[in-house]
C-alpha cells in the first residue's frame, strides 16, 4: 500500500486558483482528488490513470486540471476560478497495480468570497 503525501491547500479569494499535489511512495494505477465538506459525502473532483486518461466531476469541468508525472508518482491538480462552496479538505486517493486503495491525510482549500 502506497503512502500520500498532500501539499497545496490553503486560503484563496473567489475566482482565484490553487494548485495542489500528490506523492505517492511508489508506482500506481489511478490518482485522484475528492472532497468532502462536514456533513457531506466525499465526492469525486478529478481523477486520471497512469496511461493518462482523466475524468472530472461535472462542477469542475473546465476549470479544473488534473495532470501526473508518473516519473515522480506524484499527481498534481490545478483549480482555477474557485467558488466559496469548494470550500472543502481535499484527500488524495490512489490504487495501486495490486487493487490496494490508500487515501491522504488530506488538505484544506478555503475560498472566501
Known amino acids: 500500500q502506497v503512502q500520500l503525501v498532500e501539499s497545496g491547500g490553503g486560503l484563496v479569494q473567489a475566482g482565484g486558483s490553487l494548485r495542489l499535489s500528490c506523492a505517492a511512495s511508489?508506482?500506481?494505477?489511478?490518482m485522484g482528488w475528492y472532497r468532502q465538506a462536514p456533513g457531506k459525502q466525499r465526492e469525486l473532483v478529478a481523477g486520471?490513470?497512469?496511461?493518462?486518461?482523466?475524468n472530472y466531476g461535472d462542477s469542475v469541468k473546465g476549470r479544473f486540471t488534473i495532470t501526473r508525472d508518473n516519473a515522480k508518482n506524484t499527481v498534481y491538480l490545478q483549480m482555477n476560478s474557485l467558488k466559496p462552496e469548494e470550500t472543502d479538505v481535499y484527500y488524495c486517493?490512489?490504487?495501486?497495480?495490486?487493487?490496494?486503495?490508500?487515501w491522504g491525510q488530506g488538505t484544506q482549500v478555503t475560498v472566501s468570497s
Open positions: 486517493k490512489a490504487l495501486d497495480h495490486s487493487g490496494q486503495t490508500s
Open positions: 511508489g508506482s500506481t494505477y489511478r
Open positions: 486520471i490513470t497512469s496511461g493518462g486518461s482523466t
